[in-house]
DNA sequence: ACTTGACTATAATTAAATTCTAAAATATGA
DNA sequence: TCATATTTTAGAATTTAATTATAGTCAAGT
């Protein structure tokens, strides 16, 4: 009764609300003006929060963009693994992974800008261990895929490197333009185009 | 016949000996450590300069990154357009972009890291004009030369984003795994299975 | 030799990230 | 319920690095 109906929970959350609302903050901040535009004090004054309880939950700038980006990619990257999983045929896994990552682009337009739009690596210096041991985790996982089919002859015999540059490439390039507001095609008929290109490529049936 | 006796086009001719060596030294240090951890007196003391010296050659940091960045891919893009403008059949001129690229980034590999390890588009801020402009005209290029030859029925009837994306998508993701040091397939060999595998998802003959 | 203006060097200034200190909230346990 | 420990928050103080200001050098033209 001394002070406890000062706060009723609302105005001040508890610890992991606060997390996540400046992460969210942090990636519509970064999204709209860059990583180096903003600063902390913008940031706390979208999330409502003080620069000690930026820094409490985030050892710096840098980390805090890193954990927005590191989010985004696992999530980008277990669906990825997930919708590969799901197809038996090396046909429909290429077609998969292909329409996977283009709708997840499109359902996750913030999060897409923010990985996509080459306006992340400035800050990847403090996470580079975490960032490649994910990324070498991934491609590993795609290209023991691609091993298996390859050895069953229904995949060309081509090196890790020029699978992912053939498959993702096309892919990645259109999603920077998608969220630069540069494509005009929509998502649906990239990916029929694209994955159809990417079998042509990789594949080696009829 | 006398006219202006000042330098007619340029409001001040900086000294061009120093701004190289300004320029020379901010690339070794951007690619090196990349460009936020990369201080004006780390590049002071690689170009033996001075802070004034670099501030008078460059307006601030992000514009001589900016400048760097405005120099490299004004030379990769206007040799894509040589090398394409050199062959005539549609065919010709797919393999010869392909090649073209990744022979550039072979040739310029300090250039190359810079212009596509990701390592940019933080500073771009400052010349967003200037970049957009030149990205602008260059794919207006390709995309013009596309257009004759599909409407001669040589290339596929495709938008322009996805002739972009088939195209350049597989040579940029390739070469961003070269300047990372994670390509273990040569150049040469890459250049050939991507321009072959371009010509399939673009060209339209047997 | 002198003036001019581009160029350079060093010393302020400023802006923003990070750290520090302590208060407030929350959880824990008798 | 209260006391105490831990976590979270706030805001001021500090530090770091970019930028600017000031002053000086050098080369060429008069």
């Known amino acids: 009764m001394i002070l406890a109906m000062k706060t009723p929970n609302a105005t001040h959350t508890a610890s992991p609300q606060r997390q996540r609302e400046i992460i969210m ?3 519509a ?3 709209e ?3 180096p535009a903003t600063s902390i004090a913008d940031i706390c004054k979208k999330a409502g929060a003080s620069t000690g309880s930026v820094y409490h939950h985030f050892k710096s700038k840098g980390r805090l963009a890193a954990a927005i980006y590191l989010e985004g990619i696992r999530d980008y990257q277990t669906g990825m693994i997930d919708a590969l999983s799901g197809q038996a045929s090396p046909r429909e896994g290429i077609f998969a992974l292909v329409h996977y990552h283009l709708m997840w682009v499109k359902k996750n337009p913030e ?4 990985l996509f739009q ?3 690596a400035e800050y990847m210096d403090d996470t580079e261990d975490d960032m490649k041991q994910l990324n070498a985790a991934f491609i590993r996982t795609v290209a ?3 091993q298996t089919h390859i050895q069953a002859g229904k995949i060309r ?4 490197d020029l699978l992912i540059a053939l498959l993702l490439g096309p892919c ?3 999603s920077r333009q998608y969220v630069s507001g540069h494509a005009a095609t929509d998502v649906e008929e990239a990916a029929g185009v694209m994955a159809a290109a990417a079998w042509a490529a990789l594949g080696m049936d009829v």
């Open 157 to 160: 015999p081509l090196p890790r």
């Open 111 to 114: 999060w897409a800008r923010f």
């Open 33 to 35: 003006k860059g990583f």
């Open 118 to 120: 080459k306006r992340h």
């Open 172 to 174: 990645q390039e259109y």
């Open 25 to 27: 903050a942090a990636l």
């Open 29 to 31: 901040c970064f999204t």
């Open 144 to 146: 023991g895929w691609f």
